[in-house]
Structure formats: structure tokens, C-alpha cells
């Protein structure tokens, strides 16, 4: 069956440092969408991706759709303690979202 | 506009009870989904579900899992004689299609076996 790998599992950065977790999916992707979680919390939608080559920004926050919509990106810029939590991407396949295992963000102040 | 709506947000069972799972999605969705989280993992689908239909069931396990969306009330995961293994956070979404759609996630139900 389809499967989303994500990496890294963590990450710790120093404030201000930039963050990039990569995900690649088995089969081509329909979209592919990112969730943050806190700790403690449930995931919140972040943003969704859909066309090939696509990239997307949220203020510090730049989302990127592989041209073979296989794989993605997500890249924070000088990172923040509130950026602490954990991102999922999560593949579109036929009925539900394929969640990827989550990259841990650990930011030090 | 409450989201979605998971309740209790914390229950406890002895092994060999059930343990019951409310969902009440957003409001104007009709597709719920239910996925399993262990501790420091990613999120397992479990079940989709519409109205008084399972449309994807193939994360369930094949015992004592089962999942319903009533025509009239919320979306419920049954775990009859819960076993230790199935401590875990239950999280339920809703959205307003399939995939293509981003979810609207639940808090979660934080089930600890004893």
C-alpha cells in the first residue's frame, strides 16, 4: 500500500536557525497536505499543495510540491520558540490522508 | 462554529472492558475519519466513515474494532475487551470531502488501558 516516509524524525535548532523536513511518498501523490501538532495537542491543518512544481509560503513558513509529486518540502526560516511542535505531511490517497511518521522541532532558546 | 467535537478526553479501562469514542464533526462536514496515535508516533488511519456508511475500513483491526456514524448523532469507535495495546490517543477528523480536502482534527480521546 501507498506509504509516506518523512525525515528527519528530529530536530533540534538553536532560535533563529533555519528548519527543512522532507517527505516522499511510494506513488504519486493527488496532493499533499501538512499538519502541525504541539505537544500535548491534536494536528491543525497547515496548508495543501496540489499542483506539480507548487510552492507555497506563510510568512516564514515555505511549502514546496515536487514536479514528480512524489515528494515535499517544508522549510521555516529563522525559527521561533512557538514553532516547537511536531509537522506531519500527509499524502492524498483514494478515501483518507496517508500521514507520514512527523518531524520532532525542538527549539532552543 | 464549534469544531470538532471528541469526547471523553481522557478515559480509562481495565483490560477486557470497552471503551466507547464520540465524534461529533464540524458542522456542515459528512466525511469523519479516525486515526490511532501512540506515543511519540505518527498518526494511523483507522476507519472513514459518512452517514450510516463505512466507506474505508481497512485500518481497522479485523476484532474487536468497530465504527459507526449514525444518521442522527455522532460519529462512535467501539473497542470491546480493551487490552493493554490499545492505550493510545484516538483522534477523530472531519472534512467536507476526501482527500482532497484539509481535516479538521478533534483533541482526541487519550485511552490508557490498566
Known amino acids: 500500500g501507498q506509504q509516506v516516509m518523512q525525515i528527519p524524525q528530529y530536530q533540534h535548532v538553536q532560535e533563529g536557525e533555519d528548519f527543512t523536513t522532507y517527505c516522499n511518498s511510494s506513488?504519486?501523490?493527488?496532493?499533499i497536505q501538512w499538519y502541525k501538532q504541539r505537544p500535548g495537542g491534536h494536528p491543525v491543518f497547515l496548508i495543501q499543495l496540489v499542483k506539480s512544481g507548487e510552492v507555497k509560503k506563510q510568512k516564514r513558513l515555505t511549502f514546496q510540491f515536487g514536479e514528480a509529486k512524489k515528494n515535499s518540502s517544508l522549510h521555516i526560516t529563522a525559527t521561533q520558540t512557538t514553532d516547537v511542535g511536531t509537522y506531519f505531511c500527509a499524502g492524498g490517497g483514494y478515501n483518507k490522508l496517508i500521514f507520514g511518521a512527523g518531524t520532532r522541532l525542538a527549539v532552543h532558546p | 462554529n464549534a469544531g470538532v467535537m471528541q469526547n471523553p478526553r481522557h478515559l480509562v479501562r481495565r483490560r477486557g472492558q470497552e471503551a466507547r469514542l464520540r465524534c461529533s464533526p464540524m458542522k456542515g462536514h459528512s466525511h469523519v475519519y479516525w486515526y490511532r496515535q501512540l506515543p511519540e508516533e505518527g498518526l494511523k488511519f483507522m476507519v472513514y466513515l459518512q452517514k450510516e456508511n463505512i466507506i474505508d475500513e481497512s485500518g481497522m483491526p479485523k476484532e474487536r474494532f468497530s465504527a459507526e456514524f449514525p444518521k442522527e448523532g455522532p460519529s462512535i469507535l467501539r473497542i470491546q475487551q480493551v487490552v493493554r495495546g490499545d492505550s493510545a490517543a484516538y483522534f477523530c477528523a472531519s472534512s467536507q470531502g476526501s482527500d482532497l480536502y484539509g481535516y479538521t482534527f478533534g483533541s482526541g480521546t487519550r485511552l490508557t488501558v490498566v
Open positions: 506513488t504519486t501523490l493527488s496532493n
